[in-house]
């Protein structure tokens, strides 16, 4: 049985200047989160780290993961498709590519798989963050238009959790904008850092009874 209130109150892995301690990586805290998981809520958080794999993100995927069985999954990675497919839409314009190339519809005929009515895998459904979406692709500043796509996920993240505390859905949003952090570790650790101050508060926010070093 998962143990989500010492999960929530154990978060979020991080020293005072917001880098993980010596030793500790991104693969080091979800092996942490995983020795308090049951098996099922396992299995689903692996789920989500595949997604996080380039490699993973094609039709098969994505007809999975829009029909789980858990709401964040779902609309996770609806979102997901919408905004990559919002990228390869632009590219495809900025390089003068055809206007479908690389898209990902859940259309594509396959021998052997259940099709709706309208002779779709999977529907990708509205994309309310379009116009954001589009906005944040024409900035000029690779470093720029990373944040600002960024900063969309995220608050697509905190609108999925909004109502979940010590569940699995909780978990996985930490997860989601843990991952977000890391690549900014990466990227530029001055802007991992104060991502990592963001989910230091929005963790403390939720668990009330835990201190934090400020």
């Known amino acids: 049985m998962s143990n989500f209130e010492y999960i929530i109150s154990s978060l979020p892995y991080v020293t005072a200047d917001f880098k993980y301690e010596e030793g500790q990586g991104f693969g080091q805290v979800i092996d942490e989160i995983k020795e308090n998981l ?98 944040a692709l024409t900035l000029g500043d690779l470093l720029s238009r990373e944040k600002e796509l960024d900063d969309i996920v995220w608050e697509k993240v905190n609108a999925l959790e909004t109502f979940h505390y010590f569940d699995i859905t909780a978990v996985l949003a930490y997860v989601a904008k843990l991952h977000i952090v890391n690549r900014w570790l990466a990227l530029d650790e001055q802007k991992g850092r104060e991502l990592f101050r963001q989910l230091v508060q929005e963790v403390k926010g939720t668990y009330k009874g835990v201190k934090f070093e400020a």
């Open 38 to 135: 049951g098996d099922r809520d396992t299995e689903t958080l692996d789920f989500l780290l595949k997604g996080f794999e380039p490699d993973s993100l094609n039709e098969d995927f994505y007809a999975e993961a829009l029909s789980h069985s858990l709401r964040f999954i779902r609309e996770y990675f609806r979102f997901d498709l919408n905004l990559r497919n919002a990228k390869v839409r632009y590219l495809n314009r900025e390089l003068g590519r055809p206007e479908g190339q690389d898209l990902i519809l859940g259309n594509k005929k396959q021998e052997g798989v259940e099709l709706d009515i309208d002779l779709f895998r999977f529907q990708t459904g509205e994309f309310e963050e379009n116009a954001k979406v589009e906005t």
